[in-house]
């Protein structure tokens, strides 16, 4: 903050000169966990000057005052897990987080990098100014599959770069079994990023006792895993920041919400969303929509708003400008009716007044991807026995599918029924590995996705070679997308040329093409209820169990590649 | 953390080595609030790798076993606002805030700064690394006399190279009239400290409504000066982190105690002593007493623990090692017979079982002062002139003491009874400014003392040039040190070789040598209880009213320096 807007942001505290905004209402302290009728908070710049008692002095002829009458003013939300994977561009994400009250975004960046790399990764990063919203990173983390190979999705030195960009907070979620086994690279970033007096963010799903500590001991400092109550109240033993997630990928709130009622401080508990559907933001649900079940499923208004501001922001030590409102903060808050109503009628952030019931006041601020971003897909064509099986046995290692994004490893014959061909194609080369899936279910057909977590790695998944090739072509010649066809017809498909995750166009188109996508998969024979979801994690290994990626089938549990065929 | 003690720690905490110490009894987890029995924490090296449930693997022959019993551990209480200004060197200071279970000090350094400069506050900050204790320093404040003069007590340069060090945690006091009256000087180094994610600490005393709120505009970022629950509660709801001081200057807490009752969240309220005398740290009373009479006071004990652990390492970002007990946290704890006896049986610093019932396992580990640190007093001769009053006219001002550390103005005839003539002595130059003084009480003779704050220039108070003269003259042969006499005769002194605050070498002499020099000003005449103190804060700027410095006298409310005549 420079000296000269210093002097300004006194002389408003002091009475010398007007604010540029009032807001009048009842204050959500979240510093004294108070609320406070009557209370006048002033703005200068994107800062707040002044809360307390009203003072005539701060009000002049060009000052913005909204009176919330009998409503109530929180900090603006903060989302402290989230990822910018799904479709939906950064700036899209933050214009459309706004009505929603979600003034703050921290999201992991491992697809973005996977797609981006570090050039790309920094463009963005540096653009992140320019957005009417706030966004912090996570340095990408040490994906599981890249490190069997000895080979980081970014060296070191690039590593460095990132973690030195002041948007960048910590490391990107640690997946828990390359801690306990010790993995060498990990543990250096993890120190790296220390040193730099940041924090190692955790992916601790299912661990427990002494690898649950082993992993605190190694310096990880959250997790949003817990499932249960029991999960979250021993990770916020260990000292861990717990998230709580509910989101698009899983919503776990109302099993861990018998923890309200064990009487421990809630100081370190945080609700984050793990990920938004294009669907949601623009039915203007986000971290509103959480906290409002947060306060439906009984925890107390003032900590459950504490779960997505103070809290959050102290755990990423933002806590100077962010998470509360106070003098010196940043003027972000919203106002709601009252503190049981999650449904933000003024949304104020960086100073600005940003949406109005639900309706967005500003337009989306042009993000900073690179325009070169990977257009290596239109170079691709594939053809038929490109997605032959390459067995050794009868027998063959299944990917089975079907419980949330959990997958298993079943066995059984090349020819049964109801098993489809799954292909993972690699980014750079655009070589695919093919094998065999359980429980998507189609019975005709093919679809395609040009991403897939956490390298960013297309995947298709199809009855047989002719359809899986007819719809890897068509979303190559789209230079990125998703496809769904039947017998050399396109049943449904979008557009996704940012890097093949993304469109930077429009939110709403995005997200009906998404809906027509899924239709379309269930008119294939697919129950899945969300089968792109299922597709796009079959590459996953920070959960179990049988993943498949561009060189082969991996058992996360045993942590080793596996053969396809049974011997 | 390197690499290689990091898989130790893992190895411990899966169970593939033993421990180097298991202690066992019922855990304060300041986390989660609770107060939990039958739990082991395991330590390795300089760190915890687990706690909870007891397992056989953690004991090992060679691992030390302490067994509490149904006693409870504790984190390491931590000294968020102190001086290491008050006759007690840093090494002392340490090692006998070891067996009152504070493990960690967080100190002021205008003092240090004033004697030893840049280089040397450089040397004593690389040497910490060596103390059985954690020790980190905020950057020297800016001084108001100092500025006023546009002569700050260390330039921008050096101040940088300070904030820079791993051991500098924030910006020390700030007084805050240079705030609301915008000071560049000191707006430019909150930046700077900002800038490096550091926390500027103020000292708002007295400062309510806009100008309060002027202050954490500007970025203040915590008080310790609050005196009643009203200052703290109007602190605690402006975002700033709320120090409520209990120690040798003031004792603020039963005055601030009627917060408890008006159920604000007190997880941003600290404990904090503002400075510990040598008799109070050998008579064994520091953190612990504090805290003891928080909870005698009716603080909830695990509230009050948490306002000397985990609450002071938030505002300060060192949760990620300290103020708690965890994995990955440094092994900092103490034992306590039951939750609401502070007497700590056993404390843990660093790994280290350093002090037992009160009595401290460890040696004081050398301190980095600079060997030449300042000899310049034993040059200095002093005659009787050089204490004369330079008049202009009959009615003088006159500085009050006897208010605690406040002084006020009053006006008096030069030649009126009650009178003794007060001297500062420029630390540089040698040359003494003389004034008036009331409430001292000297019936005879004088006092002379090589310090006072915050430039550290040595003071002298007596009722003539002679007594003066001799006063200050034997201090200089001293070399550092305070002085009480009459008529030619010493009754009392104390030798304070370094820089002329402390005494490296026995905290218990400098504290029976401080008392009896006080017993000795008492004989004098004066009624004062804290005579020594009084006299070293006369030329405090921090607090009002009429304050000396080498060049005059200072009117702190008005901000300007006044003459000592009146026209």
Redesign the interface.
Known sequence: ???QK??E??DV???RRPADMVVKGTLL?V????L?PGTTVAIKKD??????PH?DELSGPNTLVLDAGDGVIAPGFIDGHTHLDYATPVHQLVCHSLPTGTTTIITETTDVMATLGTAGLMQLLDGLEHQPGNVFFLAPQVVLESFYEQDPCVDRENFRRIIEHPRVLGLGEVYWPL??E?N?EL??R??MV?ER?L?PQGHTSGAR???L??C??????SCHEPITAGEA?ER?????HVMIREGAIRRDLEAVTPLKDL???T??LILCSDGVTPAALLAGRYLNEVVQRAIDLGWPPTAAISMVTLNVA?HF?LD?RLG??????QADLVVLPDLRQIEPRWVICQGRLVAEQGRSLVPAAPAGYPEDSDRGFQRWRFRPEDFDLNLDAEEVRVVQVGKGILTAETRRRAGEPGLNRLAVIDRKTGRPFVCLAEGFGLRSGAVALSFSWDGSHPVVVGVDGNEMAFAANRMAELGGGGVVCREGQVLAELHLPVSGTSDEESLSSTAKRLEAAESAIRSLGSSLSDPLLVLQTVTFTGLPSLRINPSGLFDVRRKTRVPLSLA
């Open positions: 903050m420079g000296l210093t002097l942001l006194l505290a002091l009475g302290n510093y004294s966990g108070e406070i800062t707040i000057v002044y809360t307390g003072r801690v306990t010790g060498h543990l250096e993890i120190r220390q007096g924090q006792g002494a690898r500590a082993a605190a001991a190694a310096g990880i400092s109240l916020l033993r260990l000292g861990l009487g421990v401080d100081r370190r102290e030590g100077h509360g409102i106070a003098p010196g903060k």
